[in-house]
């Protein structure tokens, strides 16, 4: 089969939105959504300051199965408000991977995929924000005692700020060509540190130092997948099947602060770090 061939054979992650892609990531028939949009559980903060609310605070839950496993997908949409975290809907995903942890406290193996489209907090409710994003961050701790917590970062939105860390935390990060990861954002960064420090424009600039196939070279990502329903799917089953790192990525920070130890922050460019982190020598 030619590349075009499995192009047009493919379907594309990317271009789902975040119900879709919950959906067609569990088992076929097994999707059950919790606090969907009828429930009408969204933010109360929006409206004050003028902005139009999403009935589900544009985070999907869905539990089901995958490959045959209890699962909980959480999904966020970055289509409503840049994929920002709010007090609801963090608390949702925070909510969902505690009631998994419960599940695997009850012998029931429930596993847990966060599909990462986000800017990070919204700026709209601040420091309710950042509290819910915390609670994110100790939620997944807390379970990958039982079981590996998969972040997923698939499309042009990225995976920034509180939630950047939050994909830090995760036992393994999938992703994609299209996916980016940080803590501070390309137009946060030039705001601060000015054009000639980073360009937000540059678009080969930025995916070749916070790109998906960048960060997999660096190790600061397990997979890098092409996009695509079955690719993705069958990426996270094998990770799922392989089971707990031997050492929990945020556990290895002491080992990256070393490698970057070794040269200037000045003579770092984009291959510089890929290098470092792998620990190879200049």
């Known amino acids: 089969m ?5 192009l047009l054979a493919g379907r594309s992650f990317v271009e789902l939105n975040a119900r879709q892609r919950a959906r067609q990531l569990l088992d076929a028939g097994s999707f059950r959504e919790l606090l969907d949009p009828f429930q009408r559980i969204m933010s109360p903060w929006l409206a004050r300051q003028g902005v139009v609310p999403q009935a589900d605070d544009g985070v999907v839950i869905a539990k089901g199965a995958l490959d045959g496993q209890p699962a909980v997908v959480a999904a966020i949409e970055g289509n409503f408000q840049g994929g920002s975290m709010g007090e609801v809907g963090a608390a949702k995903i925070a909510g969902a ?5 419960e599940d695997n406290r009850q012998g029931i193996p429930t596993r847990a995929v966060l599909l990462l489209e986000t800017g990070g907090v919204r700026l709209q409710e601040a420091n309710l924000g950042l509290a819910a994003i915390a609670e994110i961050h100790s939620a997944i701790v807390e379970l990958r005692q039982y079981q590996p917590v998969i972040g997923l970062i698939a499309g042009s939105v ?4 509180g939630m950047g860390i939050a994909a830090g935390l995760c036992s393994y990060l999938v992703m994609t060509r299209e996916a980016r990861l940080g803590l501070n954002g390309p137009q946060v960064i030039e705001q601060e540190a000015g054009v ?3 360009d937000s424009r540059d678009r080969p600039f930025i995916w070749s130092l916070s790109g998906g196939q960048q960060r ?3 190790g600061l990502a397990d997979r890098y997948v092409e996009d695509d329903v079955e690719a993705l799917r069958g ?3 094998e990770l799922f099947v392989q089971g707990h790192p031997p050492v929990q990525r945020s556990r290895r920070h002491g ?3 070393r490698r970057l130890g070794q040269a200037p922050a000045s003579q770092i460019d984009a291959e510089g770090a890929r290098r470092l982190l792998q620990g190879e020598r200049s």
Do not use: K, S
């Not at 030619?2 to 499995?6: E, G, K, L, S």
């Not at 990225?158 to 700020?161: A, I, P, Q, S």
């Open 97 to 101: 991977l505690e009631l998994a942890v």
């Open 216 to 218: 997999q070279a660096c």
């Open 2 to 6: 030619t590349d075009v061939q499995r």
């Open 158 to 161: 990225g995976c920034f700020g």
């Open 235 to 237: 990426a996270l089953i």
């Open 196 to 198: 000639e420090e980073y």
């Open 255 to 257: 080992d990256y602060l």
